[in-house]
């Protein structure tokens, strides 16, 4: 939340520095090529206020991007744990309502077997993890989004059937819309939302979809994927930001 109202305060100096820049009257005594220069300088001058204004508000739009993935993300792992822990106990409810059964004598090969087993699947989960992790910060800590998208690939070739798939397609198409390769990023996020229509990231991804359609001068496809947008997740944040856009678009 710190964070996030420094944003706001560098938001509104910035508005308040580029309101403030200097008008210059053309009328007083002088030549006509002076009162011409110091008509351009005025000028000059304000275009580099708004050019300074539009960086500052690309970089906090960007951070802001990010500040919400993270969160986003945060909350997904959360939700994960808990579904983890709720399987476990009901798990164990069920082991201890169930009848003991008789053991039955087991070999000691096949005994080494099942425990390398269990090892095995135990390692290759702390691998999946782990490289989703490592594509994850590339992005949130390194801000490293060359390597990003490279990392969320492979990551979808060696874990097809991970939960963390469907959040690896829309990084990966967040990534790619930045670096406004938008077909690729399209390709991306239709991905999430016509296989992952649980995950959720998809509202999010339908609304990528929109702005995509945007960019590409097809309004009739933007007003789609915003109306459905505002039909399927009503409440959600991604609703307002498709509100938003069909207002402008009106």
Request: proline share 4%.
């Amino acid at each position: 939340m710190i964070k996030f109202a420094a944003i706001s305060m560098a938001a509104v100096l910035s508005t308040a520095s580029w309101a403030q820049a200097p008008v210059v009257s053309v009328g007083g005594s002088g030549s006509v090529n002076e009162r011409l220069a110091e008509l351009e300088r005025g000028f000059s001058a304000r275009s580099q206020a708004q050019i300074e204004q539009q960086r500052q508000l690309n970089a906090m739009q960007q951070e802001l991007s990010e500040l919400r993935g993270l969160l986003e993300e945060q909350s997904y792992r959360l939700e994960q744990v808990i579904e983890r822990q709720r399987n476990i106990l009901a798990a164990q409810q069920e082991a201890a309502a169930a009848p003991a059964p008789t053991p039955a004598p087991v070999a000691a090969s096949q005994a080494g077997n099942t425990q390398n087993a269990s090892d095995t699947n135990e390692a290759a989960a702390g691998d999946e993890q782990a490289a989703y992790d490592k594509a994850v910060n590339l992005v949130l800590q390194d801000k490293d989004y060359n390597a990003a998208i490279p990392a969320f690939a492979r990551f979808i070739t060696q874990y097809p059937e991970s939960s963390y798939v469907p959040n690896a397609h829309y990084w990966l198409g967040q990534l790619l819309y930045a670096q406004k390769r938008y077909d690729q990023s399209k390709a991306q996020f239709a991905r999430v939302a016509e296989a992952y229509p649980k995950s959720n990231k998809r509202a999010d991804s339908l609304l990528k979809l929109g702005l995509i359609a945007r960019e590409q001068k097809d309004d009739a496809g933007a007003r789609q994927y915003f109306q459905q947008v505002l039909s399927e997740y009503g409440s959600s944040s991604a609703a307002r930001l498709a509100q938003e856009n069909l207002n402008v678009m009106k």
